[in-house]
């Protein structure tokens, strides 16, 4: 099975959301898929449990798998997950 990667020109053009603008204030998270009710949180534990790309997160939580009308979305929040890792490692790397 090939493996699909993560590629940061893949993010270019899309806008960056910021995780604390789709999270309401009850810290429950924000539907992002109409269809099959998965929210920010789901794609952000799909990611967190080793999801690297816009396919394998829809696979895991079943987003985009109807109409196709939160792909954007999920796009948008898988490269500010990897713009956040992206941030992340350069600092580790500042530090060390
Ligand atoms: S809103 Fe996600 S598949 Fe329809």
């Known amino acids: 099975m090939t493996r699909t990667t993560f590629r ?8 960056q959301f910021s995780q604390a603008s ?3 204030s009850q ?3 924000v539907i992002v898929c109409q269809c099959r009710v ?3 949180r789901a794609v952000d534990a799909a990611l967190a449990d080793g999801a690297r790309s ?9 987003a985009a798998q109807d109409c196709g009308s939160c792909i954007f979305t999920v796009k948008a929040l898988v490269c500010e997950h990897h713009a956040r890792e992206d941030a ?3 600092a580790d790397g500042a530090a060390s």
Do not use: F, I
């Open 22 to 24: 789709l999270t309401n």
């Open 8 to 15: 940061k020109e893949q993010c270019l053009g899309y806008p």
């Open 88 to 90: 992340l490692l350069a």
């Open 54 to 62: 816009v396919s394998a997160v829809c696979r895991t939580t079943g």
């Open 27 to 29: 810290g429950v998270g």
């Open 38 to 40: 998965v929210t920010d």
